[in-house]
């Protein structure tokens, strides 16, 4: 499981690099104009940066080995869900087409990473029932 987790990190860090290239690349193009015409993306963003989204229950950082698995993995599927709502909110204000394509993949990457802890919990608990069965 530890492997596992570790697998899940780095991916999470290529996600990070391939954002902080669309941020980079927005501000290359001196991009001041931002396609929300409502205003929703960018009060969700500015609650992210106040840490009412991801703020909410437990973090990565508050667990420890202490930590039960179980609060290991609903941490770690809470931040996929709270990074697909980003990554969409993201995408309706970044204009450049080729980077909502790249913000597509990693939602998509984000809904497979769920998919991959849940299969993972299920063999987990699969094998303890066989050990303890």
């Known amino acids: ?9 780095e991916m ?39 840490g009412k989204v991801f703020g909410s229950g437990p973090s990565a950082a508050s667990l420890n080995n202490s930590s039960s698995l179980k609060d290991s993995v609903q941490t770690a599927i809470d931040f996929e869900k709270n990074s697909i709502v980003f990554f969409s909110a ?6 450049d087409k080729d980077d909502k394509n790249k913000i597509d993949i990693l939602i998509n990457e984000e809904i497979g990473h769920i998919a991959v802890i849940s299969r993972e919990m299920a063999a987990v608990r699969k094998t303890k029932l066989k050990v303890s069965g």
């Open 90 to 95: 993201m995408k309706k204000i970044v204009p």
């Open 12 to 50: 999470e860090k290529n996600h990070q690099m391939v954002f902080i290239g669309i941020k980079d690349a927005c501000v290359a193009k001196h991009e001041t104009t931002v396609p929300d015409l409502d205003g929703q993306a960018l009060s969700y963003l500015r609650a992210m940066v106040e």
């Open 1 to 9: 499981m530890k492997n596992f987790l570790n697998r899940l990190a």
